[in-house]
């Protein structure tokens, strides 16, 4: 039921829900702590998520357990990170990143592209993009991103090639969409732009926590949706 209210964009109502339940229950069990902290992970509410995991590393885990606990923990690092490089504080979001970084995971290596995307190290950013899509060609987060710096370095040949392979992958997907609209956008194709720009904001999150919302600069109309 949570899920279902994330899914359509009510982040409060699914957090909200979960308080609940977890009142309810005098002890949740790992499996509840976990599966709920996940959900607020993808609800962008890193403290909560933080809250219902406290002290489960003290406790006696299954192996499946712990490696759920490490996976949500990367999630909040990531998070973490995100929010120090949106607030300029590189160094700071680096040092959050660097537990994650050390597993070699896709989400940890996007959100390092994240950082020398802001840093205006455009080729390093996309070098570590092309990296992931080495490994798997599938992700689409990873797709996006390449798509949204070859836009910024002018590699327009490269970014059309790229929303190709989306589309033939996932022609259905909301972030398909976005890069069509981000490609569109940057040919000054305005009404394709706005035409292949999903109706919300995506509210989604990949299953580590990096979020993926329409960007403020992916928009053809910056002010038109605020």
Not at 122 to 143: C, F, H, I, M
């Amino acid at each position: 039921m949570a899920r279902a209210l994330l899914k359509r964009g009510d982040a409060t109502g699914a957090v909200g829900l979960l308080r609940e339940l977890l009142s309810r229950s005098s002890v949740p069990s790992v499996g509840q702590r976990n599966t709920y902290a996940g959900v607020m992970i993808e609800a962008r509410q890193p403290q909560a998520a933080r809250r219902v995991l406290a002290g489960l590393e003290e406790t006696s885990l299954t192996l499946d357990e712990r490696k759920s606990l490490q996976g949500l923990r990367d999630g909040l690092a990531i998070q973490s990170a995100d929010h120090l490089n949106e607030e300029g504080k590189r160094a700071e979001a680096y040092d959050a990143l660097a537990p994650a970084l050390r597993k070699g995971e896709a989400p940890a290596k996007l959100a390092l592209s994240r950082l020398y995307q802001s840093n205006h190290n455009l080729e390093k950013a996309l070098s570590v993009t092309r990296a992931v899509l080495l490994q798997n060609p599938d992700d689409l987060d990873a797709r996006l991103q390449a798509i949204r710096l070859c836009v910024e370095l002018d590699f327009m040949a490269q970014a059309r090639e790229d929303l190709d392979i989306m589309r033939e992958q996932a022609p259905s997907d909301p972030r398909t969409r976005v890069g069509a609209s981000v490609v569109a956008k940057a040919a000054g194709t305005w009404s394709e732009a706005l035409a292949a720009l999903p109706p919300a904001p995506i509210l989604r999150l990949d299953s580590f926590g990096t979020p993926l919302a329409v960007q403020e600069d992916d928009h053809p109309l910056p002010h038109a949706h605020s």
